[in-house]
């Protein structure tokens, strides 16, 4: 495709792309979308004879961006209240089309990825989504990236290494998690839902590994706990008593959060917080629970 073509053609082609790795590098919906805009805005001022390959002028345009956007929030960073956690992504669950959630892996979205990738430093982070999310070659990859495909080789080595503890993908999953692993989340999180619910704590314990651990990321705005909740009583006293103090107008909705069936809560019709799991052999291994309200105001 030319860039000189129809803005819009090139914008509705290249969106799902760019947003796919701009919320992996950055962790945040609002921010990947305000790059993608500012990358449009800036190649719609660019003169396209000096543009030979669109989506990788497009990409090294967002990664850089990106690696700006991260820069400039290291310093908040380092002095955010109690873990950090990514802004949530919501997909109706119904909504099987819905190109910005299934452009690629969907696995490559949950919650317990994106805090994977926080391990990497910004220019690791884009050689290892390019090549390992996004399945580019690395002479494309070296364009991008400005370095050269022998460094990029060597860094997405150290980058994947890095992050080993993630389970290997097979050829498989390529595309997207087996059906049959996002239905047994899916099964977890309805019985865990379902023993809150009823009080059962018995049925809980069983949901939730001994050793599963709980984040909670109210980043100071509002209540939560500031450091991780560890094991599985404890997880079941922190959501009884959640539960025991549910705000007037309280509801919840289960519907897919990074790629995967999770909770909305809301009060009043408002997004209250967000519940996502990463779910190991039938049993809730981790709890990533988003309270603050600026990671929210997407939803």
Not at 53 to 74: E, G, Q
Not at 80 to 104: A, F, K, R
Not at 194 to 201: H, K, R, S
Request: aromatic share 10%; with cysteine.
């Amino acid at each position: 495709m030319e860039l000189a073509g129809s803005s819009e053609q090139v914008y509705t082609s290249y969106k799902p792309l760019l947003f796919s790795l701009a919320y992996r590098m950055v962790g945040s919906v609002m921010d990947a979308e305000d790059v993608v805009q500012e990358a449009f805005l800036y190649v719609n001022e660019t003169n396209p004879a000096h543009v030979h390959n669109p989506k990788a002028y497009l990409c090294k345009i967002v990664t850089n961006r990106c690696i700006d956007k991260l820069r400039s929030a290291s310093k908040k960073r380092e002095v955010y209240v109690g873990p950090w956690l990514p802004e949530p992504l919501i997909s109706s669950s119904d909504n099987q089309t819905e190109p910005d959630l299934y452009y690629s892996q969907k696995e490559s979205l949950s919650t317990a990825y994106l805090l994977l990738l926080q391990q990497l430093s910004w220019v690791e982070r884009a050689v290892f989504l390019l090549r390992e999310v996004l399945q580019y070659e690395y002479d494309e990859i070296a364009e991008i990236v400005g370095k050269s495909s022998t460094n990029c080789r060597q860094i997405f080595r150290r980058a994947k290494s890095a992050i080993s503890s993630f389970p290997d993908r097979d050829d498989d999953t390529k595309v997207q998690l087996k059906q049959p692993v996002l239905e047994q989340t899916s099964a977890v999180v309805e019985q865990f839902v379902q023993a809150l619910v009823t009080g059962n704590i018995g049925q809980l314990l069983n949901i939730v590994k001994t050793d599963a651990i709980l984040y909670s990321d109210g980043g100071g705005k509002v209540k939560a706990a500031v450091k991780p909740i560890m094991g599985a009583e404890r997880i079941a006293m922190f959501f009884s008593g959640l539960l025991s103090k549910v705000p007037p107008g309280f509801s919840y909705s289960l519907t897919t959060v990074n790629g995967q069936m999770g909770i909305v809560a809301y009060t009043d019709g408002h997004p209250y917080n967000v519940t996502s799991f990463q779910v190991e052999n039938g049993q809730i291994a981790a709890v990533y629970l988003v309270v603050n309200p600026d990671k929210l105001r997407h939803i």
